[in-house]
């Protein structure tokens, strides 16, 4: 049979390989090669959209099937050794460089980890979790992961590996519930090795288990519309009910996921009304006995102000400045995109490789001609449905794709098999999905220990966005080196202006005695503390021993350093540090509420418990000075900058008048429309031992 049709009018390929390389080459070029905009829009054009219409236009029965991916005979089945090798590599993708390959935890990962270590610590259960107002369920699984095992940087990084492990059977049975054991087996390979579900398992946030219940509900929503001899009856009806419903407790994207199982159980009831209907009550009964205990807290506790902010529709809302946004987010899912701000973005090309790039193009457009085909329709709804969450974003966090991954995968899948010779001998067509499917491999793992490896082992790149902190990174390896040689030690985490990076509370806990329960504080022999730089000749002429240590990269820019100090216990100093450790303890409570505000609020509470705190920490100069910045930043935070004046000027009478506190007193002033006692303050601030403060741009800006 010809490849080009024949008869009037301009004839164009029959055979979907010749489209297939076509969108093949024009993602690689997208994705890997930096290109002005006019060219990349040209290539988009000729080579993905125009061959896409030409491919929409073979009549079904050219060659290739779109039903191809239907057929069990499409790709013999793996023998047992195959499989074993293939959960073996998957496992080892997860688990390789487990606590090294991102170098260092995101700052939500620190977040998230705050939180946990809390409940390990007996804190009691919450419905919402940080700013974004989290849903439960990863915090507390999370929290008792801890309570098993402790919380650490490995404990951390180990709990969403196990997450992305377990989604590989489900990822099985989810594909297995709708479609034969050929494709069940390729799309579990691809969810295996594709980048997003590799990235997911090394990032500790609640994508993994959102994940993982996504495959569930699909795998239950399978067996619910299955013959009712094989469906398992009001039992696994009422489990899918309830499934659904939990599904809200895991993040803000899973109501456009129960939208659609609702939708599928609507649709399977309203074929038989008087038979199905009990079904359909039976679903949405265990649904609602679920989710109503969450969706009460979310709706009468004026939880939804973070959704609100996030929503593309608002007063202000511009339709060309949410379609440049859709645009982003399409960027980032298929080819990359450029932002100020990390926003979980892939980093290299898309979060889809161009070889699955282009097997989706295939697969969809064989889709759209597939009328007959009854999955047809819930895939693409699967596909418009699980797209909101991005596209009704005011703002670019590319993970609001997340619920998306499965059906594009899926769909890359009808296109893999629409590929696959239906005749010929059966290891030619084996060697035709090992081909694809390696290939895909290697590409998403090329991205993962290359591209993304290397972003993060850069200093000014992590710096620059401001999402990892190697200034804690460098802390706790010589920390860490020094707890091997000589014990645990009081390390005092929360002696800084603001709480809003926990990553190194986290990852510091197994040696850390004034957090541990399991580490005697009386037995540690040193202590250490992360401080503003600006501090150190203070603490250095009051501790001679101690030694301290340079923590920001050479690009980084004055304002901020931290400065690590190691000061040896000694029966002198001791009681120094039983002062520290009450106020590490109080100052611990102020940033878990300062975590727990909603976002919008100002931190009006956190700002009464330090000033309740204040008195009591005047006994030591450094700690006064630690809680009058703190209650800086709140005061600022709140609009009342009274109570961080009164602080300011008495920690720099009685603590120490380091340069960071003096800057922190000319904006205030400033502030305050006092321009004189402004300049005043910001000139001290130069004189001060050490500045590594704006005092000299601020200075300027005051005249």
Not at 360 to 365: D, K, R, T
Not at 502 to 507: E, G, H, I, K, Y
Not at 529 to 535: C, F, K, T
Request: hydrophobic residues 50%; proline residues 8%.
């Amino acid at each position: 049979m010809s490849r080009f049709s024949t008869g009037p009018g301009p004839s164009f390929p029959r055979s979907p390989w010749v489209y297939f390389f076509v969108f093949l080459a024009a993602n690689l070029l997208l994705s890997y090669v930096p290109l002005p905009f006019g060219v990349k829009l040209g290539i988009g054009l000729l080579g993905l959209l125009l061959p896409f219409v030409l491919f929409l236009r073979l009549k079904p029965g050219d060659s290739g099937s779109p039903a191809a991916f239907m057929d069990e005979q499409s790709f013999p089945p793996m023998p047992g050794w195959a499989w074993l090798l293939f959960l073996l590599a998957a496992l080892f993708a997860r688990f390789y460089q487990l606590t090294t390959l991102s170098t260092w935890p995101l700052v939500d990962e620190g977040i998230a980890g705050f939180f946990a270590t809390e409940l390990s610590e007996g804190e009691k259960l919450h419905f919402f979790y940080s700013y974004a107002q989290w849903p439960p369920f990863f915090v507390w699984s999370l929290g008792a992961f801890f309570k098993l095992f402790g919380p650490s940087l490995a404990s951390l990084w180990l709990y969403p590996a196990l997450l992305s492990s377990l989604a590989l059977p489900l990822a099985y049975m989810a594909a297995r519930a709708f479609f034969p054991k050929s494709f069940a087996w390729v799309f579990a390979f691809l969810w295996a090795f594709n980048f997003t579900p590799l990235y997911l398992g090394r990032l500790c946030q609640g994508q993994s288990l959102e994940i993982l219940w996504q495959f569930g509900a699909f795998a239950l929503l399978g067996l619910f519309l299955r013959p009712r001899e094989n469906r398992g009856g009001k039992t696994g009806t009422a489990l899918l009910g309830l499934w659904t419903g939990l599904g809200f407790y895991t993040l803000h994207h899973w109501p456009v996921m129960a939208l659609f199982v609702l939708l599928a159980v609507a649709a399977f009831a309203s074929r038989d009304l008087p038979q199905r209907g009990g079904a359909g009550l039976v679903f949405i009964g265990a649904l609602l006995l679920a989710a109503l205990p969450y969706l009460g807290f979310f709706f009468w506790g004026n939880q939804g102000a973070y959704l609100k902010s996030v929503f593309a529709v608002h007063p202000g809302f511009s339709l060309p400045d949410q379609l440049r946004m859709a645009g982003d987010y399409a960027l980032g899912l298929f080819w990359g995109v450029e932002t100020q701000r990390y926003a979980y973005k892939p980093l290299w090309g898309g979060f889809l490789n161009p070889l699955i790039s282009s097997l989706f193009l295939v697969g969809l457009g064989s889709l759209v001609r597939a009328r007959q085909n009854g999955l047809r329709l819930w895939l693409l709804l699967a596909l418009g449905l699980f797209s909101l969450p991005a596209l009704l974003s005011s703002d670019l966090e590319l993970l609001r794709w997340l619920l998306i991954f499965a059906p594009l995968l899926a769909v890359g899948v009808i296109g893999l098999f629409r590929l696959v010779p239906r005749k010929g001998k059966p290891w030619l067509r084996r060697a035709v999905v090992l081909g694809l499917l390696l290939g895909s491999s290697l590409l998403d793992l090329l991205h993962l220990w290359g591209p993304y490896r290397g972003f993060w082992r850069s200093d000014v790149q992590a710096e620059v966005l401001g999402v990892k902190s190697l200034e804690r990174l460098r802390a706790y390896r010589i920390l860490g080196s020094m707890s091997r040689f000589q014990g645990p030690g009081l390390i005092f985490t929360e002696l800084g202006p603001t709480p809003f990076d926990q990553t190194f509370t986290v990852a510091v806990y197994p040696m850390n005695a004034a957090r541990n329960p399991r580490l005697p504080p009386s037995q540690a022999r040193w202590a250490a503390l992360l401080a503003d730089i600006d501090y150190a000749p203070f603490l250095s002429k009051r501790y001679p021993q101690a030694r301290w240590f340079p923590l920001a990269p050479e690009t980084a820019v004055p304002q901020g350093n931290l400065v690590l100090g190691v000061i040896p216990l000694t029966a002198s100093n001791r009681g120094d540090f039983s002062l520290w450790l009450k106020a590490e303890r109080d100052l611990r409570g102020v940033t878990s509420l300062f975590f727990r505000m909603p976002l919008g609020q100002t931190p009006s509470g956190a700002l009464q418990k330090l000033l309740q705190l204040e008195p009591e920490v005047r006994k030591d100069p450094f700690l006064e000075s630690c809680v009058a910045e703190r209650i800086f930043f709140c005061a600022m935070s709140c609009s009342d900058p009274q109570p961080a004046l009164e602080a300011l000027r008495r920690a720099i009478t009685k603590g120490y008048p380091s340069a960071n506190l003096l800057n922190d007193l000319g904006v205030l002033w400033w502030t305050l429309g006092d321009g004189g006692k402004a300049r005043e303050a910001f000139k001290a601030a130069l004189r001060s031992p050490v500045d590594h403060t704006p005092a000299a741009e601020n200075l300027q800006r005051a005249h």
